[in-house]
């Protein structure tokens, strides 16, 4: 493990007042490692309102009553069909305000699409441009907003479900190694693809 992994790995067992040996720490790889290794060493405490329900409703309501959209919201409704480019900045700060919660940063493939997926100079590739958030759908926004708000819409000390700890782990990587949430899949190994040495 690095220097970054092991900082992460410290926070987490703090985060969650937990400690892992030596040979636990070496079998956690991906984001999913790191949650069900954390999973299993937590009591839970079942039969709570779901925080993803919750949340999906807060969503949706707030979509009807601003009126940025016409389509019925479902889980797997495409966030492009519901922010069109059309005052996307606006309509994601008024969405942001009304919901009380943080959502992910949107990208400059979000604003214009048609942009190279890598920044060039002098034609050499030197940077590859954020992944565009509105590829993803609502489930994937309620996760990423259950992520980026952890600390305000899960409370720790009762935690109800491995989906929970799956949320807060990806939320930790995020506010500790500043990898984009919309980034942050449960399957991505920890070193080679969020880059965490």
């Not at 989906?163 to 920890?190: A, K, P, Q, T």
């Amino acid at each position: 493990m690095g220097l970054d992994s092991i900082e992460l790995l410290f926070f987490v067992e703090d985060t969650f007042s937990i400690r892992f040996n030596a040979s636990e720490a070496e079998q956690i790889n991906t984001v999913q490692d790191f949650s069900n290794s954390v999973y299993d060493k937590i009591v839970t405490k079942p039969n709570k309102e779901c925080v993803s329900h919750k949340i999906f409703k807060r969503f949706k309501e707030s979509i009807q009553r601003l009126k940025l959209s016409d389509i019925v919201v479902m889980p797997e409704t495409k966030l492009s069909e519901l922010f069109p480019n059309e005052n996307l900045h606006r309509n994601w700060k008024l969405l942001e305000t009304d919901i009380g919660l943080q959502l992910p940063e949107l990208s400059s493939l979000d604003f214009s699409p048609k942009l190279s997926s890598h920044v060039s100079v002098l034609g050499v590739k030197i940077k590859k441009r954020s992944k565009p958030v509105l590829n993803g759908n609502v489930q994937q926004l309620i996760d990423w907003v259950i992520s980026l708000n952890y600390n305000k819409l899960i409370n720790i000390k009762e935690i109800t479900s491995k989906y929970e700890v799956e949320r807060i782990i990806c939320g930790i990587i995020y506010d500790r190694m500043g990898v984009r949430i919309n980034e942050i899949e449960l399957e991505h190994s920890i070193t080679y693809d969020l880059g965490i040495d």
